[in-house]
């Protein structure tokens, strides 16, 4: 079946400018994660979702930061007053189950912010 | 706090070389282990896991043993192919901590013929 897929691919915005990124699921799959990845690092986690609800946010730098799952399924990470340091890939996996369950990774969404 | 070391790179091999790349974990619980790879130009894909102490995780060739004792999970592969040329990623997985990953900082594998 299909993967993990994220919109869009590539995103150049201005700073200030608000910006939303898209993650469609396995699915099925009820646990859902965000990480963000800069250059030369490993993902560092941001939000964790099972199913509809966040049930650890502690990743998330700052309140400019939020995401959303409203019917379990599709999530949004939304960045508000966007700042160059945002800059990074936005990185979405979903898995079965939390814990052991392995976790499927999107190709990521690649920002820049200018 | 969990928190997963990697040996720095780059490393460079030629083509049939041994290759290792070591990895040591820290965890509060008792974690999954995992090995990521990721392509030039692609997203990241499980290469091999391992969820109980002793466990070995094995895929293209491709082996790593979780060890307690240690606090280890090294990759190993006998013969790498130009083609294994990527940035491989250690990480772990934590019942405890809502099954969140924490991942190695990456290496990059240059394989040259």
């Known amino acids: 079946g299909a993967g993990v897929s994220q919109t869009p691919s590539n995103k150049v915005t201005e700073k200030g400018k608000y910006v939303e990124l898209r993650c469609d699921p396995i699915s099925g799959h009820t646990a859902l994660y965000w990480y963000r990845q800069s250059l030369g690092q490993g993902p560092e986690f941001l939000i964790y979702?099972?199913?509809?609800?966040?049930?650890?946010d502690s990743g998330l730098p700052n309140d400019r930061f939020f995401a959303v799952r409203p019917e379990g399924s599709v999530s949004t990470l939304k960045i508000q007053r966007t700042e160059r340091g945002d800059s990074a890939v936005y990185l979405c996996?979903?898995?079965?189950?939390?814990?052991?369950?392995?976790?499927?990774f999107g190709p990521g969404t690649r920002l820049l912010v200018l | 706090g969990d928190s997963v070391t990697q040996m720095e790179g780059p490393v460079t091999l030629s083509e049939e070389a041994f290759l290792t790349i070591n990895c040591t974990y820290t965890a509060t619980g008792y974690p999954s282990l995992f090995w990521y790879v990721q392509y030039p130009g692609e997203g990241l894909q499980l290469l091999l896991k391992a969820t109980k102490a002793d466990d070995k995780g094995s895929n293209k060739g491709f082996e790593a043993t979780y060890r307690k004792e240690t606090t280890s999970f090294h990759l190993e592969k006998g013969s790498v192919q130009v083609s294994d040329s990527a940035v491989y990623f250690c990480a772990l997985s934590d019942f405890t901590n809502a099954g969140k990953s924490t991942f190695g900082d990456g290496t990059t594998l240059t394989v040259k013929p």
């Open positions: 996996a979903s898995s079965a189950g939390q814990g052991r369950e392995t976790q499927y």
């Open positions: 979702f099972q199913g509809t609800g966040a049930a650890d």
